[in-house]
Nanobody
Framework: EVQLQASGGGLVQAGGSLRLSCVVS????????IGWFRQAPGKEREGAAC????????YYMDSVKGRFTISRDNAKGTTYLQMSNLKPEDTGVYYC???????????????????WGKGTQVTVSS
C-alpha cells in the first residue's frame, strides 16, 4: 500500500517559518517526483513546489519563489518543504503527492499525480 504522510503544519505569524515533511512508503521513491500542493478555503488547489526524481530539479510557483525550498532525501523516502517569510496568503491545507519521474507544471492542480497523502494545515496570521 502506498502511503504519503505529511506533517509539520501549524500556526505561525507572518514572516515566520515552517518545515513540512512528507514520508513516502510503498513505492520506489527514487522513481517519483514529489510535489507539494496547497488549497485555501474557497480556492482551487495549486502546485506550490515540486522536485523531480533523478536530477532532483526543483520547480516553484511564482508566488513562493525565493521563500520556499523543496528537497528530498532518497535514503529516507522523505521530501521536505522549507517555508520562510510566510504570508497570510500562504494559509491552506498542504498536500504532498507523487508522480512518476517528472513534475507537473508549477501552479497547476496536479490532477495527474498518481498518489496523494492527507494534508497538513498551515495557518499564517497577520
Amino acid at each position: 500500500e502506498v502511503q504519503l504522510q505529511a506533517s509539520g503544519g501549524g500556526l505561525v505569524q507572518a514572516g515566520g517559518s515552517l518545515r513540512l515533511s512528507c514520508v513516502v512508503s510503498g513505492l520506489d521513491f527514487d522513481d517519483y517526483a514529489i510535489g507539494w500542493f496547497r488549497q485555501a478555503p474557497g480556492k482551487e488547489r495549486e502546485g506550490a513546489a515540486c522536485i523531480n526524481s533523478g536530477d532532483s530539479k526543483a520547480y516553484y510557483m511564482d508566488s513562493v519563489k525565493g521563500r520556499f525550498t523543496i528537497s528530498r532525501d532518497n535514503a529516507k523516502g522523505t521530501t521536505y518543504l522549507q517555508m520562510s517569510n510566510l504570508k497570510p496568503e500562504d494559509t491552506g491545507v498542504y498536500y504532498c503527492a507523487a508522480e512518476r519521474w517528472i513534475c507537473p507544471t508549477p501552479g497547476t492542480r496536479g490532477d495527474k499525480m498518481d498518489f496523494w497523502g492527507k494534508g497538513t494545515q498551515v495557518t499564517v496570521s497577520s
